[in-house]
């Protein structure tokens, strides 16, 4: 493709995409885009870019704990935002944990999204009974907040699985924890948009052509509802990785050789009496940094897709 | 309007069994009662025994049954952990949260209607962006996150407020009250802060759509044109329809108070009802998390079904469509 060639194809994207052309146009979308693509970066690298492996016992040595950032008179060149209290490097513990953090909230709502587009997709096609008990489980678990609905979860898995491999299976646990807990959004959405498409003259042919009603509802309704999931999707990311933050902060979350953003909070905050206040600050930062990128991202979709705010 | 109140208390009947079978079974199938119950050296034949007596060997529906006989009674049995009747341990800890939450509340409300009227009635103003910049902090920081700043600034750097426990409180019969005391309401102020924040930008930003969306209505142009005084269109002819919401809100937020009380308590060692859920999770302490789970349920219920009451009679126009419709 020519030089000229990839600016006509260029201007013909940017003209035609109405998300794009907004998007090019919203200093906030953009910034917080680039956030997230650095963030998206900097974790996938997280085995190359830190100086440390965190889960690596060996890579770190008792005596560095708490060596304050580099720009603090005790501060050391090899820990440029300081050490914890294993003397495992900051930068080192924040990159694999918000990678392990991303990860789960990711899988969550991959989770939540297969869950609830299923349920909501089925109890929207074939209505009747089915579509009530799946309406009245929903209402039921919408009155509890998500952060409940986690909590217990967890707590039940905790029940079933034996100690040693439920540190094992701590990053299922969460998965299921914080997708359960999410998926009513989905199925909700989900329903509400195949009420829409389910009388449309495309799935009708579909019908009659005796198509089973898997295949109408998978094959052919599915792709014309996700639109509006993508928003959610993206809203509802911030609030998996927010909920996983809160558990492994409370302590019921990933254990603590293994740490996320919220369980390096939770180390954090046993050493801001003792003036040791980085190892708490950074993983903060990062972990708000993160949210915010992902709710503006989340905001800016939902506004440019919804017609009316326009 | 009678049918439409016997249908909601049908639904509240509803949640309340399905709560109560989830919190059943969870009593009943997650690990063994028994084993949790007695020592390793209790023998085969006295297990049984002791499982006989208990009727864990009945049909599943009749321990339903007991199950749900002794919660109404309020019988709740024993904490693994602790031994104690989980009844006492409610009892105990119940005033703690119930004192943070309501504080919390009145900050919401009592900052966060004035806040969002301001904005909606003078959104160029200065003191409006830095309102809403509050709020979008309020509603983008983790609620612990907010506690921990808290702590840094108030206890750790500043030494003003205590960060941890409740402080001296005062014996009200079994309720223990922070009401009473200095020490007991400088240690309210900072987890009364953390739980209050978010759910003061949730009432702001809900109060100031609700207050534009009225000032755009047919009606108060009319006001308008009838040159009344501002202070009369704003305080007399607005407010009253806008704060027809603010009885939604209070539910909407009670269910979000409970959940992050849990939180709060955690980060500031209060010891109300949030951190011994919490404790008996990290313990695995089943029949306590089933209590906590059928109580929360049944306040969530109670309050959604006073707030969706207080609606129909508020709100005329329910009254007509739930007759008509029914």
Do not use: C
Not at chain 1, 229 to 255: H, N, Q, R
Not at chain 2, 114 to 132: E, M, N, V, W
């Amino acid at each position: 493709m020519t030089v000229h060639n990839l600016q006509n194809w260029w201007r013909r994207v940017s003209l035609e995409s109405e998300v794009l052309y907004l998007f090019l146009r919203s200093p906030a979308a953009l910034i917080a885009a680039a956030f997230v693509v650095v963030i998206g970066i900097a974790v996938v690298l997280a085995p190359f870019l830190a100086p440390n492996n965190p889960y690596d016992l060996s890579s770190f040595d008792l005596l560095d704990s708490l060596i304050p950032p580099v720009w603090i008179a005790e501060g050391e060149a090899r820990f440029l935002l300081g050490t914890d209290d294993q003397g495992r490097d900051l930068i080192s513990s924040i990159l694999y944990g918000a990678r392990l953090s991303i990860m789960i909230g990711a899988v969550s709502i991959l989770f939540a999204v297969v869950l609830g587009v299923g349920l909501g997709l089925a109890a929207g096609y074939l209505g009747g009974r089915f579509d009530m008990i799946v309406m009245r489980i929903a209402d039921v678990q919408l009155s509890l907040p998500a952060i409940l609905t986690a909590l217990l979860i967890d707590g039940i898995a905790r029940g079933i699985l034996p100690g040693d491999a439920h540190d094992r299976l701590m990053f299922f646990v969460l998965v299921v924890a914080i997708g359960l807990s999410l998926w009513v959004n989905f199925a909700r959405m989900a329903r509400a948009s195949t009420f829409v498409e389910r009388n449309k003259e495309y799935v009708q042919a579909a019908e009659i052509m005796g198509l089973s009603p898997w295949r109408v509802m998978f094959v052919h309704i599915l792709p014309n509802i996700l639109g509006p999931l993508m928003v959610i999707m993206t809203v509802d990311l911030a609030v998996a990785i927010l909920l996983e933050a809160t558990l492994s902060f409370l302590g019921v979350g990933v254990p603590a050789d293994q740490p996320s953003l919220g369980t390096l909070i939770r180390i954090g905050t046993s050493y801001m009496f003792s003036g040791e206040w980085w190892v708490v600050l950074f993983p903060s930062a990062a972990l708000i940094l993160l949210i915010i990128s992902v709710n503006v991202l989340g905001d800016f979709l939902r506004d440019a897709l919804n017609p009316r705010l326009r | 309007m009678i049918p439409l109140i016997l249908n909601r208390l049908a639904q509240s009947v509803f949640v309340m069994l399905a709560v109560a079978i989830i919190a059943f079974s969870l009593f009943r199938f997650v690990g063994d009662p028994i084993a949790q119950m007695v020592g390793q050296e209790t023998s085969i034949e006295d297990q049984e025994r002791l499982r006989e007596e208990l009727g864990l060997n009945d049909a599943v529906p009749v321990q339903f049954a007991r199950f749900v006989k002794n919660m109404v009674t309020g019988h709740f049995g024993f904490s693994y952990r602790t031994r104690q009747p989980i009844g006492e341990l409610i009892k105990s800890r119940l005033p703690a949260t119930i004192e943070l939450a309501f504080v919390s509340l009145v900050i919401s409300l009592l900052v966060g209607i004035p806040a969002g009227i301001y904005t909606a009635i003078h959104p160029d103003r200065k003191t409006s962006s830095a309102l809403l910049l509050v709020t979008l902090i309020g509603v983008s920081l983790p609620t612990f996150v907010i506690g921990i700043s808290l702590i840094y600034l108030f206890g750790a750097q500043l030494a003003w407020l205590p960060t941890f426990g409740r402080g001296d409180t005062v014996q009200l019969g079994w309720w223990k009250s922070n009401f009473f005391t200095l020490d007991g309401w400088r240690s309210l102020i900072l987890p009364a802060l953390t739980l209050g924040l978010y759910q003061l930008t949730l009432t702001m930003r809900l109060v100031r759509s609700e207050m534009q969306e009225v000032l755009r209505s047919d009606y108060l142009n009319f006001a308008i044109a009838r040159g009344l005084s501002w202070r009369s269109i704003y305080y007399r002819h607005a407010l009253k329809n806008t704060l027809v919401p603010v009885v939604t809100i209070i539910g909407l937020q009670f269910g979000g108070i409970i959940a992050f009380a849990i939180v709060t308590e955690s980060v500031f060692q209060w010891p109300g009802l949030g951190l011994l859920f919490l404790e008996s999770i990290q313990f695995v302490d089943i029949p306590v998390m089933s209590v906590y789970l059928i109580l929360i349920a049944l306040l969530f219920v109670i309050v959604n079904l006073i707030v969706d009451l207080l609606y129909i009679v508020i709100d005329p126009r329910i009254r007509v469509a739930g007759t008509t419709g029914s």
